[in-house]
């Protein structure tokens, strides 16, 4: 029987019996690896995408706010800015991100500096307000600000290029830290249900007579990973709606094909037969 490899499980994986039956004669050894891999190129794409779409951000409205920032020092704790107190730093709604705020014709309010007083005037709408002595982030989901004294943050200042070269440090990486943290975490977690599900097919055969062993069922279920994978991979790179329940899709369509990976090898292999004069044989997976 032919052998297949990773590259063929790309796209046999969602049809081919074969393609499950090689898996468990000639996988041994190979089949973390494979996932490893797939799902490290998975999240390399979407790190890919990440970083264009950081791109557009740093040189649309983020290029925008940096223009229109104020120098901003901080010596013992007090802050010092370049502009008039208080100076209110706000973006137009066409230049936001969000398509609910982009139809609106207003100023989005994104910060306000007073380097005057910490009794800055605002509303529960500012995400950043910096007083004298005070930063203040609001956040919307909590409802309430959370305060940081700047004397916290030692002496510094900020001007347009500190900023531009920490928009572009930003830019840089995020996309490197998804690839680095996600891609490893997303392989340990598949590797984790691979176990499970592998468990779920070694019941499936014995409950159908089938002879597998555990290690050939992970490598069943390892195999099964496959398009949940390649379909994540594709929503997360279109330009498509949150799918809250996608997990639970995947993690089922990876049991199903761990199940339909065990019916294949439910069927008789065709094989030569190595004596002289011998005919075709009909065998069964072994352990």
């Not at 007090?78 to 398509?99: F, V």
């Not at 490197?176 to 019941?203: E, K, N, Q, R, Y």
């Amino acid at each position: 029987m032919k052998s297949y490899s990773g590259f063929h499980a790309l796209y046999m994986c969602f049809f081919s019996k074969d393609l499950y039956r090689s898996v468990v004669r000639s996988w041994k050894g190979i089949a973390f690896l494979y996932l490893f891999l797939l799902i490290m190129t998975s999240w390399l794409l979407i790190s890919l995408k990440v970083y264009f779409v950081m791109n557009e951000v740093m040189n649309g409205p983020v290029k925008k706010i940096i223009d229109r920032l104020p120098v901003v020092a901080i010596h013992d704790g007090e802050l010092k800015i370049d502009k008039q107190s208080p100076y209110r730093l706000t973006l137009n709604a066409s230049d936001s991100m969000d398509p609910n705020i982009r139809s609106t014709n207003r100023e989005v309010p994104i910060a306000v500096f007073d380097d005057t007083t910490d009794d800055v005037k605002g509303d529960e709408n500012i995400p950043f307000v910096i007083t004298k002595h005070n930063l203040f982030i609001q956040s919307a989901r909590e409802g309430q600000a959370q305060q940081f004294e700047l004397k916290q943050f030692g002496d510094l200042k900020y001007s347009k290029e500190s900023y531009i070269e920490l928009a572009d440090a930003i830019k840089l990486w995020v996309p490197i830290a998804v690839f680095l943290i996600a891609g490893p975490i997303s392989f340990f977690c598949c590797a984790i249900l691979s176990l499970l599900i592998g468990a779920i097919g070694i019941a499936s055969a014995n409950g159908m007579n089938i002879k597998l062993t555990y290690g050939q069922c992970v490598r069943l279920a390892v195999v099964a990973f496959t398009p949940a994978v390649l379909l994540d991979t594709a929503v997360k790179l279109l330009p498509l709606p949150p799918m809250p329940v996608w997990t639970l899709v995947g993690f089922g369509a990876a049991i199903a094909y761990t199940i339909f990976g065990v019916m294949a090898n439910k069927d008789p292999i065709i094989v030569e037969d190595s004596f002289p004069g011998g005919g075709p044989t009909d065998t069964t997976p072994t352990t």
